[in-house]
C-alpha cells in the first residue's frame, strides 16, 4: 500500500516537474522568438510568402464561418425577442456578439486548424529531417529564417482577418435581418451603426493579436522541438492545435473579463 | 611515412566522449584532419561515425573533450564566433537534408547567396557551374528535391555544400546510395575540391573502392573508440580482425599491387 503510493506520488511528481520545466522550455523559446522577430534584418520575401499564406488563403474559411455565424446570430435572437424593437436588439446582439468574441474566437479557432497545424508539420519535419540543422551550417539562424517571419505575418495577419470576418460576420445577420426576417433595411443598418463601439473593435483586434501570438508561437515550439520520427511530426501537429485552441478559449475568457469584467 | 613539410592541423578532436542516456555512443576520441588531407571514417553502422560529425559541426555537444578547428576551440564558443567558422566548412549529412521547400538551384547557392545578394539568372549559373561537374542536367535546377531521385538529390546536397569554395569539406556518406560510375566521378569531384582550394576534407563511407581513391589516412570507429588508424595501404596489410572483415569483400589485390 505505502509502495503504491510512493509509486504514485513519484509517478505525478515526474509528471508536474516535466510540465514545469517544458512551461520554462516554451517561455525561453517564446522570449527568443521575440527577440529575432523585432531585431533586423527582416527576411522579407519570407514574410511576404507567410503572410500571403496565412491571411489570403485563410479568407473564404473565416469568411465562410463568419457568415453562417452572423446567419445564425440573426435567426435566433429573433425567435427570442419577439416584441416591436426587435429590429435595434436583433442588431445590436449580432454585432456586439461578432465583434466581442464569435468573430475573433472563430477566426482564432479556423486559423489555429488551418495555419498551426501547417506550421507545426512544416517545422517538425524540417527538424526531423535535419534541414533545421543545415540551416544552421550555412549561415542562417533557424530561429530569424524560419520562424520570426511565421510570428510577424500571424501578427500582421490574424487582427485583418478578424477585421474582414467581423465585417463578414454583421452581413451574414443583415442577409437574415432583411431577407428572411423582413426587417427594414434602414433600420437594421442605423441600429448596427448606433450600437458600433470603439472599445469593441479594440478589444477585438487585442484578442486578435494574442490569437496571432499563441498560434505562431505554439505551432512554432511544437514543430521546433520534434522528436525524430514521423510519429514527432504526427505529435508537433495534434499537440500545437490542441494546444492553441485551448489557449485561445482560455485567453479569450481572461482579455473579455479585463475589459468588461 | 615521413613529412617533409610541418603541415597545419585544420581539426582537433580530443578526448572527445558522447552518450544518450545511458546509452554510450563515443568513448575518448583522437584524431587530427590535416591541411591537405582527406581522412576516411568508416565503421559498423550504428557506431557512432554522424554523432562524431555532428560533433564536430556543433550540432551535438560533447559531454566530454575538445574540438578545435583552425586552433579555435568550438565546445562553449558563443554562437557568434562558431558562425563565423562554420561558414568556411561544406557540410552534406547522411540524408541530404534539402531544404524541400526550395528548388533546386536555390538549395545550391544557399549560403552564398545568403552572403551576398544575387538575382535568379547570376544564381541558377552559379548552381549550374557546379552541378555541371556532378553529371546533372541543367533541368533538374528548377524542379524541388522531392521531384529527383534519391541519387540526384545526393548529389544536389553536394553541391550545396562545395557552393563558395569552402576550405574544410565535411561529408556523411557522399556516395552511398549512387550507382559505381557516379560515385567514382563524386571522388573525383571530392578531390578536385580539396586540391583546388588547398583544403581538407573528412568523409564517412561504407564504400571501400571509394576510401581507396581519396583518402590519405582512414580511422575505424569500433566499440565507442578508434580501433584502428593509417594509411589505405596499411589498411590492406592490417591484421585487424574488423579491418579485414572491412576489406574482405574486395580484392586488394586490384588496388595495391
Ligand atoms: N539524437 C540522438 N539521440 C539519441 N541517440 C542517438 C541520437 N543520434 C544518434 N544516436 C545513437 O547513436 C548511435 C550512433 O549513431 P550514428 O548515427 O552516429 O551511427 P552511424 O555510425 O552514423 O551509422 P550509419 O552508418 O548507419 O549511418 C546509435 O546507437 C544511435 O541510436
Ligand atoms: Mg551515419
Redesign the pocket.
Known amino acids: 500500500m505505502r509502495d503504491l503510493f510512493l509509486d504514485i506520488l513519484g509517478t505525478t511528481g515526474k509528471k508536474f516537474i516535466n510540465f514545469v520545466a517544458n512551461i520554462g522550455h516554451f517561455f525561453i523559446f517564446f522570449g527568443n522568438a521575440i527577440y529575432w522577430a523585432l531585431k533586423p534584418p527582416w527576411y522579407l520575401k519570407r514574410i511576404f510568402q507567410q503572410i500571403i499564406d496565412i491571411g489570403y488563403f485563410s479568407l473564404p474559411v473565416v469568411g465562410l464561418t463568419t457568415f453562417f455565424s452572423g446567419m445564425v446570430l440573426a435567426l435566433q435572437t429573433y425567435n427570442g425577442f419577439t416584441d416591436f424593437n426587435s429590429e435595434s436588439t436583433v442588431a445590436r446582439i449580432v454585432l456586439t456578439s461578432i465583434t466581442r468574441e464569435l468573430g475573433p474566437v472563430l477566426t482564432g479557432l479556423m486559423v489555429a486548424g488551418r495555419i498551426g497545424a501547417k506550421m507545426a508539420a512544416e517545422i517538425a519535419t524540417m527538424r526531423v529531417t535535419e534541414q533545421i540543422d543545415a540551416l544552421g551550417t550555412l549561415g542562417t539562424r533557424p530561429m530569424q529564417y524560419l520562424i520570426a517571419p511565421k510570428i510577424i505575418a500571424s501578427l500582421v495577419c490574424i487582427p485583418i482577418l478578424v477585421l474582414i470576418g467581423n465585417t463578414i460576420g454583421i452581413l451574414g445577420g443583415y442577409v437574415i435581418a432583411i431577407y428572411k426576417l423582413n426587417f427594414n433595411p434602414n433600420l437594421y443598418l442605423y441600429a448596427t451603426m448606433e450600437y458600433l463601439q470603439l472599445i469593441d473593435i479594440i478589444q477585438g483586434t487585442v484578442k486578435a493579436s494574442v490569437f496571432g501570438l499563441i498560434i505562431s508561437m505554439v505551432s512554432c515550439y511544437f514543430g521546433y522541438n520534434a522528436s525524430?520520427g514521423a510519429e514527432g511530426v504526427g505529435f508537433a501537429t495534434t499537440s500545437s492545435v490542441v494546444i492553441s485552441s485551448v489557449m485561445i478559449l482560455t485567453s479569450t475568457y481572461i482579455i473579455t473579463a479585463l475589459f468588461f469584467g | 611515412m615521413k613529412k617533409r613539410k610541418k603541415k597545419k592541423i585544420i581539426i582537433k578532436v580530443s578526448d572527445l566522449s558522447k552518450s544518450?542516456?545511458n546509452?554510450i555512443?563515443l568513448k575518448n576520441i583522437n584524431f587530427q584532419l590535416l591541411e591537405g588531407e582527406t581522412l576516411a571514417i568508416i565503421?559498423?553502422?550504428?557506431?557512432?561515425?554522424?554523432?562524431?560529425l555532428k560533433n564536430i559541426i556543433g550540432i551535438?555537444k560533447p559531454d566530454k573533450g575538445s574540438i578545435e578547428i583552425n586552433d579555435t576551440e568550438m565546445v562553449n564558443l558563443p554562437t557568434k564566433l562558431k558562425e563565423k567558422i562554420l561558414l568556411d566548412l561544406g557540410i552534406t549529412f547522411?540524408h541530404g537534408a534539402l531544404f524541400d521547400s526550395l528548388k533546386n538551384w536555390e538549395n545550391i547557392i544557399f549560403k552564398t547567396a545568403n552572403k551576398e545578394k544575387m538575382n535568379n539568372k547570376k544564381g541558377k549559373q552559379l548552381a549550374f557551374s557546379i552541378i555541371n561537374q556532378l553529371g546533372l542536367q541543367t533541368e533538374i535546377l528548377d524542379l524541388y528535391p522531392s521531384e529527383i531521385s534519391g541519387g540526384m538529390q545526393k548529389r544536389v546536397a553536394i553541391a550545396r555544400a562545395i557552393c563558395g569554395n569552402p576550405k574544410i569539406l565535411l561529408f556523411?556518406?557522399p556516395t552511398s546510395g549512387l550507382d559505381p560510375v557516379t560515385g567514382s566521378l563524386i571522388d573525383q569531384l571530392i578531390k578536385t575540391a580539396v586540391r583546388t582550394v588547398g583544403g581538407s576534407a573528412i568523409t564517412?563511407t561504407?564504400d571501400m573502392a571509394s576510401v581507396c581513391r581519396i583518402a590519405d589516412k582512414v580511422i575505424l570507429?569500433d566499440n565507442q573508440t578508434i580501433s584502428w588508424s593509417g594509411t589505405p595501404k596499411q589498411m590492406f596489410n592490417s591484421a585487424n580482425t574488423k579491418i579485414q572483415e572491412f576489406i574482405e569483400p574486395i580484392n586488394s589485390k586490384i588496388f595495391f599491387k
Not at chain 2, 43 to 52: D, E, N, P, Q
Open positions: 525524430k | 544518450f542516456n546509452n555512443v565503421g559498423a553502422s550504428g557506431s557512432g561515425k554522424s554523432v562524431l551535438l547522411q556523411d556518406e564517412i561504407h570507429i
